[in-house]
């Protein structure tokens, strides 16, 4: 029949259900309901397209399910059907929707990779952030030529030593150019400031010290003096010829009139103000030249520096530059505090401290005028340009910038720079563990100091330095030293060490007249610092405890106690040098105390806990009594903590040998007992909490 050109043989076309083996098309084989034969020209030809009637014969219509209308089709059938207009949209249309969400759900990805916040990385420390900073007052370091006086020649044959500590860094105390008779401040009375005194060598000589420091991985950083020099200097000299404005000097210190005594004298009759210096002078000397006064907030023999000037703070920039060009890694600033003095010169205001008879007339004031001045902050920072300037270019070899300000955390944390990008030091030197007396205080000093340090400022502990007691002699009980020491090395930040703590040097207490030589301990031997500077011990030479290169010779200063000393303690595990030693490499070999972030424990009056931590790294738990009597039946498990504890931790370091534990044993965080001066470290692995 004709329909269009097609011929449809229906039941070749829907022949998918042939005869089954063993039947016929007889009456005892019958098809299933939906194979019964249905009009097409009924109600179901509604369900199949016009292309299908086109394919069937007008002369046979199929039998097909209702709702299987496509049910028996052949392949070649199906293609031919799909291939209708209808489908090919429908096709296309569902590519494109399918295409469609996938760019856009690949946008979105990429959308949110971009603007969401990224998980913080640790970055790596920078070499300073991780220091253990060696402190070195060279006069009494090591004696390489026997004249009695220590050199940076000895700095340099000492280096293995240092190396030996696991120390990265040495501070040096000024060796430049200064009044250097008996009974002056040695170093700190400048006559240049780019110039070696050579008593302690040359520029030649300090150049070797920083290279062979860089060839040990170490640095070197020295002394920067802003806030006076001494009165030989060149500067000073030229001011106080004449106070004309035609004087290039005229400025550069801080003159005032006053009322000269009558003889003159160093002293006027009426001070320009009630200013003391903190060594219970006047804070101001009449100069019989100019017939003015100048300020000290030192020595007399130290005039301030008028940093107001813009003579003086250029002339401190090249200072800076000098140095930074010859190849130092960085500066401390002496008397940061003192920089700036009020340009009024006004009174200062007494405290509610009473001035008792024969106490010291600087307590009895409150510096409002005279010390750490807003003005103090802005050069700070002013020179860490100068810095950052030189560090341009360099991704780990970082010139630093150290303050040390001794103040009250809140005020001395300024210095690290402000919240709104402002940058100062890179440390600001903490003099807080100087001031311990408890547990509960040294808890109120930690976190005073780095819960207020702005964010990203790295902290810093110091025990001691060439101006304050040595830990030794500050301790009631020497049991706490070691302690101390535990702390020191495994708080967050930088640890100062002062030169002679690691073996436990004591201050010397018997200052006989012939042996002094600061000019402070003539005004009173209660600020004679001579005590705190006394030669490095090395042997058992009882003369000059190995100080001097030469058997038998004279030291500038006496040594304290010839036992405490560098051999008797070399290789025995008991001993405060061993123990530090043990204490610096555990810093370098685990992260969490490199750059790990800190959780307090157990704090109290005795007590002093807390735990070091950084993914991927063993938590470190370091626990120490600090007090003066013994704490039992510690349950760190009761304390609240954000990190779950352990029951047992494998011990690495403790502070003597005399303990119940030693390293590698495990010790049960449910019942500890710590009699005073007793310390532990101890670790576990990390596990991610979920």
């Known amino acids: 029949m004709d329909n269009d050109g097609y011929t449809v043989e229906v039941e070749t076309s829907f022949s998918s259900d042939p005869a089954r083996p063993g039947t ?8 299933p309901t939906e194979y019964e034969t249905v009009d097409i020209n009924a109600d179901t030809k509604d369900t199949f397209s016009p292309d299908m009637n086109v394919m069937l014969s007008s002369t046979e219509k199929p039998s097909l399910p209702v709702d299987r209308p496509y049910a028996d089709m052949g392949k070649e059938d199906l293609l ?19 295409w469609a969400a996938w760019l856009g759900l690949l946008g979105a990805v990429i959308g949110l990779t971009v603007v969401a916040p990224r998980c913080d990385k640790q970055p790596e420390p920078m070499w300073w952030q991780e220091s253990v900073v060696y402190q070195i007052y060279v006069r009494s370091f090591f004696d390489t030529d026997g004249d ?43 006559t240049n400031h780019t110039n070696i005194q050579s008593l302690y060598g040359s520029a030649d000589v300090l150049h070797h010290l920083i290279n062979a420091a860089h060839n040990e991985s170490m640095h070197v950083l020295i002394d920067f003096i802003p806030n006076h020099t001494g009165k030989n200097h060149f500067w000073f000299q030229e001011s106080r010829a004449t106070s004309n404005y035609t004087n290039e000097f005229w400025n550069y210190f801080v003159w005032a009139n006053c009322d000269p005594t009558t003889p003159p004298s160093d002293y006027p009759s009426t001070p320009p103000n009630n200013w003391w210096s903190v060594y219970n002078e006047s804070a101001w000397s009449f100069d019989i030249s100019r017939k003015q006064c100048y300020l000290h907030q030192f020595l007399s023999s130290q005039p301030e520096l008028n940093l ?12 800076l530059r000098f140095w930074l060009d010859f190849g130092v890694d960085g500066f401390r600033v002496i008397n940061t505090a003192y920089l700036f003095e009020s340009s009024d010169l006004q009174d200062e205001a ?23 001045l807003p003005e103090n902050y802005d050069m700070v920072a002013r020179w860490r340009e100068i810095i950052d300037e030189y560090n341009s270019g360099y991704t780990n070899f970082t010139r630093v910038l150290i303050t040390d300000a001794d103040l009250e955390a809140t005020r001395a944390v300024r210095y690290y720079g402000n919240k709104y990008g402002l940058n100062g030091a890179h440390l600001a030197i903490n003099y807080g563990m100087t001031r311990f007396n408890s ?24 025990t001691g330095d060439q101006d304050r007691s040595r830990l030794s002699s500050n301790m009631d009980d020497s049991r706490l030293i070691n302690a ?39 005004i009173s031997l209660t600020f004679s610092r001579d005590r705190y500077r006394t030669p490095m011990q090395w042997t058992n030479n009882t003369d000059h405890g190995g100080f001097m290169n030469v058997s038998n010779g004279n030291p500038w200063l006496p040594i304290s106690n010839a036992s405490i000393n560098v051999e008797n303690q070399q290789g025995h595990p008991d001993s405060t040098l061993e123990f530090i030693r043990s204490m610096n490499k555990l810093r370098q070999d685990e992260g969490s105390l490199r750059y790990g972030a800190i959780h307090y424990l157990l704090n109290d ?16 738990l370091v626990i120490v009594n600090i007090g003066n009597s013994t704490t039992s039946n510690i349950n760190l498990h009761n304390l609240q903590s954000s990190i779950s504890l352990p029951t047992e931790a494998e011990v690495i370091i403790v502070t003597n040998t005399a303990m119940n534990w030693s390293a590698k044993e495990k010790i049960n965080l449910r019942s500890i007992e710590l009699n005073p001066g007793d310390g532990i470290i101890a670790k576990w692995e990390f596990v991610r909490s979920l």
């Open 24 to 31: 016929t098309d007889s009456d005892d084989y019958r098809k």
């Open 605 to 620: 009056t005795n007590v002093f806990s807390y735990i070091r931590e950084h993914e991927g790294n063993n938590r470190i």
């Open 439 to 462: 547990g509960l205080s040294l808890n109120n000093i930690v976190r005073d100091w780095i819960d207020g340090s702005p964010m990203h400022a790295t902290p810093n502990w110091l």
């Open 148 to 190: 009695g006086v220590g050199d940076i020649q000895g700095v340099i044959d000492k280096l293995s030593y240092l190396k030996s500590l696991h120390v990265n860094t040495v501070l040096l105390s000024s060796v430049f150019e200064s009044e250097h008779e008996r009974f002056s401040d040695y170093g700190y009375e400048i």
């Open 350 to 372: 007494p405290t509610s401290q009473k001035c008792l008879l024969g106490s010291n007339n600087y307590n009895c004031y409150d510096h409002s005028n005279t010390l750490s």
């Open 80 to 98: 031919r059907f799909s291939d209708t207009s209808f489908w090919q949209r429908f096709r296309l249309i569902s590519i494109l929707l399918f």
């Open 308 to 319: 107001r000037s813009s003579g003086v703070q250029g002339q401190l920039e090249r200072i």
């Open 484 to 522: 101390f020491h535990m702390l020191r090395m495994t708080l967050p930040g930088v640890a100062f060490l002062y030169y002679g703590e690691e073996i436990g040097m004591e201050n010397l207490e018997n200052l006989e007249d012939g042996n002094r030589h600061d000019p402070a301990g003539n």
